[in-house]
Every structure is written in C-alpha cells, then in structure tokens.
C-alpha cells in the first residue's frame, strides 16, 4: 500500500525552452497545459507537489513554486533546489515536457522502490529518463557535490548514486514518457 502523505512530487519547469519557443510548461495538448497533465497524475500519488522554476507564471496554478538555488543551471540544479525544499524521503521527480504522464506509470515507478534504493529512473530501451524518476531526500547532498564541481549531467548523478533500480518499460508506456521539446513533436502526439 502506497502512503501518499510521504511522497511529494517535484516537477522541473525551468531551463529556456528554445526549441519549443515558449514556456513548456504552458504548452497546450488537449486544450491543457502541460503542468496540468502531470500535476494530474501525481496528484493522486504525492501529498505536496512542489513546481522548481524562476518563471512567476507557475504561481497562478495554486502549488508552490520553489526558485533555482542556482539560476539558470540546468535540471541537476533544479533537481537539488527541489529536493532541499522536499520534506519527504520519497520523491517522484517529473519533467514539465512529458504531458502524456500516467498516475498508473507513476505508481508501477513506486512499486519498483525498495528501502535500499537511491533513485529509481525509468528506461525506454537502453535510454534512461532521469527526469522521470524516485529520488530519495539523501540525493539532495549528491546533487550539491556534483554541482560543486561544476558537473551539471543528469547522468553524472546516476553514476554516483549507490543503489538506483531501473524501470524498464514497455511500448506502451514508453509513449508516456515522451518527451515533447518542439512544435514538430507536439504535432506527433
Ligand atoms: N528548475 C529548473 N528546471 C530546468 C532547468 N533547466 C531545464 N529544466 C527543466 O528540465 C527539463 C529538461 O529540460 P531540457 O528540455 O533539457 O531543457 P530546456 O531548457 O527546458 O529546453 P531547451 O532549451 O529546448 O533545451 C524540463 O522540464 C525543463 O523545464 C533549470 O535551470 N531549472
């Protein structure tokens, strides 16, 4: 049985979006924005859902918005301001350009966790989806490492992560974890 009071979702909606051209987060599919895809699938899953972005627009949506620690750094460092801000051991981490999110992916995600995992990161194939992903709260103390050395790869911090599980997944749901970054890709879905 899933406790939701402590699972908080942390959605990344930072970054400049230059492929799409606008915000990603507010990109329409199904006359929704994106963000509201995938606050609609954590909610039944997280007590809190905390948005990581500097753009004051997420503030409309009613979740609280959590500033980059370190502006402009990409999602490694968004992924630390949220989790410094999380108050949960559990975190279901999301990008804001994966609109056809499930709440049932997301479930079969925290099924896959056991106690002695780090993280656990969706795979499409042989590709890993950092952003679509568990992060335990001790990440929090990685992520500062790395990006005191100025490291900002996703997945430097999987390599340094002790016990990260993989959910493999299928066809089905790999087309949930899509991610749309342009106009073109937006039209495919
Ligand atoms: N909070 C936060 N999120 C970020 C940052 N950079 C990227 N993201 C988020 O991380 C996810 C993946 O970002 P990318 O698609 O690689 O980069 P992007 O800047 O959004 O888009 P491009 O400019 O087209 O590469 C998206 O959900 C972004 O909103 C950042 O500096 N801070």
């Known amino acids: 049985m899933l406790e939701t009071v402590n699972i908080t979702g942390i959605i990344l909606a930072g970054g400049k ?11 329409l599919w199904e006359g929704k924005p994106f963000v509201n895809h995938i606050i609609d699938a ?11 972005s500097d753009h004051p627009q997420y503030d409309t949506l009613g979740y ?14 968004g992924l630390y301001s949220g989790l410094s801000a999380s108050k949960t051991e559990l975190n279901v ?9 499930t709440s049932e992916l997301l479930r ?10 780090d993280a656990v990161v969706c795979k499409v194939n042989d590709k890993l989806m950092p952003l679509v992903a568990i992060y335990t709260k001790k990440c929090e103390v990685m992520c500062l490492e790395l990006l005191q050395q100025d490291e900002r790869r996703m997945m430097q911090l999987i390599k340094k992560l002790n016990q990260v599980q993989f959910l493999s ?19 495919q879905i």
Request: hydrophobic share 45%.
């Open 93 to 101: 981490v999301l990008s804001c350009d994966v609109p056809l999110i």
């Open 42 to 52: 954590l909610k039944p899953l997280a007590k809190d859902i905390l948005i990581v």
């Open 64 to 77: 609280k918005r959590i500033k980059d620690i370190l502006p402009e750094a990409g999602p490694l460092a």
């Open 169 to 187: 997944l299928n066809e089905f749901e790999a087309n949930q974890v899509k991610n749309i970054n342009s106009p073109t890709e937006l039209k």
């Open 17 to 27: 979006s230059s492929r799409m051209g606008m915000d990603k987060g507010f990109i």
């Open 108 to 117: 079969a995600l925290l099924l896959s966790y056991n106690k002695e995992n």
